[in-house]
């Protein structure tokens, strides 16, 4: 300050000059926050929040303009920053959408107030408004698409908890708009993706993720004969059951021309056991109905046996003889990337799948084809019989059967080559007797495929099932369904691959929201075994034990000759043996519940006192060293005044 | 700059003579392992992410950054040392500077001591370690903020404890400026762009918007400019009470 100032000039001026600073500060940050939008640097491991090659090309590939109508309520924005921030950065990805598809794509943004033309017209086109709870008023933050000849999509509401597939809901729905023309996919066999109202079941939520990307049409037999026309591109066999001959010759037929096939086969259908539940006695027939035709195309899967794998098991909680346990259920697998082959694209890009009760897929010996494995299995894997887990199965018996090693399964496979008939002797006779044209029918028969088949093979059915793949989640009292695993994504993609349209498949797989603790899962999976395995010798030991006591009991009821002082002994030693059995099981039980406490305690500890202590440690270091310096520096300072003396 | 350096040099080797530094650094690291698995529920969440670590800082810092601020200035005034401080060959600004880096460089010693965390639940798990990396430096940014108001609070009391109420004070009112309660009560009564930018100038906003994972230019900008006019007035209020 120059010396020419008084005092209280001074003071005046600095005053004015931080006002002026703060007035600065808010001001600067207004203007950076509607100026910068694109200038950011994206850490996450996937690139999350940098848009991929694949919508590029998808953006750079849209020959007919495209209108986008972006609804955002003010409401919404102002009342909740949570909402605010996502709503922000949707419409900044739709300028980046507007602007890297140079004109193709016309971006139009409302805010629809309530009881507004904006507000009709935002309803019109399907969007879905959400009641605010402070101010009670409607809000809308959605999207909606046309393209030049009128079809039309949305996206009825951005939820933040979807923030990481943000990208990839735009690109699609950008995507199908540009590309009017869905591929056509068949639908044959029993599971029930369009839900049944008589049954009260719902459709699938897989149905409608695949209906976005394919037109899907659902074929039944008419008595003998099924048709497959020309237009179908893929067909999907889901879960085949109770075909009649003349279907199945169908579908060798229609491989043979040249049509490719994703089979979803099963050896044992949870979905459908749990439909058919009240009819009891159901029996999977899938994969011994689909038996001769799988050995056409050179394969096998085993009708009578499903695939447990002891690294890959899922997590369930279930009632064993009375008791709640939570424990690894073998038959449930999660097959993380290292099981998915990663130079295929229809699992490259894939974090995980789940699969439940699948079977194992083998090829046959002097098959013509190749067979690829897709998913194989951990090599902790073990043939489980169907008949275990048909009934009440129990999870605890299964695990206990991983004594030794295992060998790894492939749960699902890419097979190419020339296949040859199932049908040597031409069109099955059941067919023929019904058919108009019996002689046109025998005439248009093929022996042998005319190019190389291209079948993708998934020995599991029970993939689409909601609960498979997606955790429910409950938002301004809508349904909304975040995936947990990329069951969806792995059908599409592989009915995309077969169809010959992969524009998507880079983008699917992104961002799953689960990142186990895989140690802990480990560690825990580990002490499970052994525990379930000691707990399974103790439990079958008590049973043994009931069991001859209830026995001698009755023997003792049923003759009134009273047991012998020996058979009496044998009783008491039984009883003391049960008791003795009992106190071991609950030791083990507690042992089991140590294991995992110890393993967290352990992380606790060090997380929460190591540093901590190594600061006290060091800090006491350099404040002893500290004190001897300065003594030995006071002493040699006297030693020297003392020498001077 | 020569000057800032000096300064920063002696400050930062003088946290370290004292056991007020150790003190702090111990209970910054007790706490927040103590809050990431009794509150935050690390293992119950059972995600290899450090969501439940990072999640208290803003709270943590709330009164351990002022803690460290609050002697910053007012101690040196109260002891009369801030006399000596301007004898030296040194502008104003450069000490300024050369404090608020040696408290920044101490706290981010403090927040660097924190990385067995990181290696366990990179042990655990696979976590995001490009979103954990954001996310660190995130909160160092945060703590920067804090300390800068801190600073300049400092500056215009002779009392640590005023200093170090007023810095808590502001700071959390920093903090809340995002949370709904706020913008409702705002948006009553205040034009809208009003609340908006008091929306956007939240700690917790910006700080929750890096740990996403992407650092946006906005953030770093709005963070950036807050210590610097923070310090800037810590300069002017220094010169201002020069002598009082």
């Known amino acids: 300050m120059s010396k020419g100032l008084t005092s209280a000039t001074r003071n005046r001026l600095a005053l004015a000059a931080i006002l002026l600073a703060m007035v600065l500060f808010v001001a600067f940050n207004i203007l950076t926050k509607t100026t910068l939008t694109q200038t950011r640097l994206d850490l996450t491991e996937q690139r999350l929040f940098t848009l991929s090659e694949g919508t590029r090309k998808v953006l750079a590939e849209i020959d007919e303009p495209l209108t986008l109508r972006f609804y955002l309520s003010k409401a919404l924005v102002e009342t909740n920053p949570y909402y605010g921030n996502h709503a922000r950065r949707v419409e900044e990805l739709l300028r980046e959408y507007e602007r890297l598809a140079g004109g193709g794509i016309r971006l139009q943004v409302f805010d629809p107030e309530p009881f507004s033309p904006e507000e009709d017209q935002a309803v019109a086109e399907g969007l879905q408004g959400a009641a605010l709870a402070a101010g009670g008023s409607v809000v809308y933050f959605g999207l909606t698409g046309f393209n030049a000849t009128d079809d039309s999509d949305a996206i009825p509401f951005f939820q933040p908890e979807r923030a990481a597939f943000l990208e990839y809901d735009l690109t699609r729905l950008v995507h199908n708009l540009a590309n009017p023309d869905k591929p056509r996919v068949a639908v044959l066999g029993a599971l029930p993706l369009r839900g049944n109202p008589l049954t009260g079941f719902r459709p699938w939520l897989a149905t409608s993720s695949l209906e976005q990307f394919f037109e899907l049409s659902f074929l039944e037999a008419s008595g003998e004969a099924l048709e497959i026309d020309d237009e179908v591109e893929v067909l999907l066999l889901a879960q085949p059951e109770g075909l009649p001959q003349g279907a199945l010759y169908a579908i060798d037929q229609f491989v043979l021309r040249g049509g490719r096939v994703l089979a979803l086969i099963d050896p044992w259908s949870e979905a459908l056991a749990e439909i058919n539940q009240r009819s009891g006695g159901y029996v999977s027939t899938g994969a011994a109905e689909m038996a001769p035709l799988l050995a056409a195309w050179g394969l096998e899967i085993d009708p009578e046996t499903i695939v447990g794998d002891r690294l890959s098991a899922r997590k369930v909680a279930a009632r064993v003889r009375g008791r709640q346990v939570v424990t690894e259920y073998v038959p449930w697998l999660s097959l993380g990337a290292e099981r998915l082959a990663g130079a295929d694209t229809v699992t490259a890009e894939l974090q995980v799948v789940n699969l439940n009760a699948a079977g194992a897929i083998a090829a046959r010996e002097g098959a013509t084809t190749t067979l690829e494995p897709l998913i194989t299995s951990s090599e902790q894997s073990l043939p489980i019989e169907v008949s275990e887990i048909q009934v009440a199965p129990d999870p605890v018996a299964l695990l206990a059967k991983f004594l030794g090693p295992g060998e790894p399964k492939v749960l699902a496979a890419r097979v190419t080559g020339a296949v040859e008939t199932a049908f040597p002797d031409g069109p099955p006779e059941a067919l023929l007797e019904t058919a108009e044209d019996a002689e046109a029918l025998k005439q248009a028969h093929l022996s042998e495929s005319e190019g190389a088949a291209n079948l993708i093979v998934i020995a599991d059915s029970d993939l689409l099932v909601d609960s498979v793949w997606s955790r429910a989640d409950n938002l301004f009292g809508q349904q909304l369904a975040l995936p947990i695993a990329n069951n969806v994504d792995l059908v599409v993609n592989a009915l995309d691959n077969l169809s010959g349209s992969e524009g998507l498949i880079s983008l699917r797989g992104r961002a799953l929201v689960d990142r186990p603790l895989t140690l802990i899962q480990d560690i825990q999976r580990d002490a499970e075994l052994e525990y379930r395995q000691q707990e399974q010798a103790i439990v079958e030991r008590i049973e043994k034990a009931e069991e001859e006591i209830a026995r001698l009991q009755q023997e003792e009821q049923a003759t009134g000759i009273l047991q012998s002082a020996e058979a009496d002994q044998a009783l008491a030693k039984l009883r003391s043996d049960l008791i003795q059995a009992r106190r071991e099981l609950r030791d083990v039980q507690r042992a089991l519940r140590r294991d995992i406490g110890e393993v967290e305690a352990w992380v606790k500890g060090v997380n929460i006192w190591g540093m901590p202590l190594v600061t006290v440690v060091i800090a006491a270091g350099v404040l002893w060293l500290r004190r001897r310096r300065a003594a030995r520096s006071a002493r040699s300072g006297a030693a020297r005044a003392e020498a001077t003396a | ?244």
């Open chain 2, 1 to 244: 700059m020569a000057g800032t350096l000096a300064i920063l040099r002696r400050e930062l080797a003088g946290y370290f003579t004292s056991p007020l530094a150790y003190v702090f650094i111990t209970i910054f690291l007790m706490l927040s392992g103590a809050l990431t698995f009794y509150l935050g529920g690390f293992f119950q969440r059972g995600q290899a992410d450090l969501q439940a670590f990072f999640l208290f800082h803003p709270w943590l810092y709330l009164f351990l950054i002022p803690a460290v601020a609050m002697r910053l200035w007012a101690e040196e005034r109260k002891t009369g040392t801030i006399e000596f401080l301007m004898t030296l060959p040194v502008s104003t600004a450069q000490a300024v500077a050369g404090k608020f880096l040696a408290a920044w460089a101490f706290a981010g010693i403090a927040l660097s001591l924190t990385f067995p965390i990181w290696i366990t639940v990179n042990v655990l798990g696979s976590p995001d370690n490009g979103v954990i990396l954001a996310t660190y430096l995130g909160s160092w940014l945060m703590a920067g903020s804090y300390l800068a108001i801190g600073a300049c609070l400092s500056a215009v009391t002779r009392n640590q404890v005023i200093a170090f109420v007023l810095a808590a004070a502001v700071c959390f009112v920093f903090n809340l400026a995002g949370i709904e309660l706020v913008q409702n009560f705002l948006r009553a009564w205040t034009p809208g762009f009003f609340a908006d930018a008091v929306g956007s100038f939240s700690f917790l906003s910006n700080y929750q918007a890096i740990s996403q994972g992407v650092i946006d230019l906005r953030h770093l900008l709005f963070f950036g400019s807050l210590i610097g006019i923070a310090l800037l007035i810590n300069a002017l209020v220094v010169d201002l009470r020069k002598g009082v």
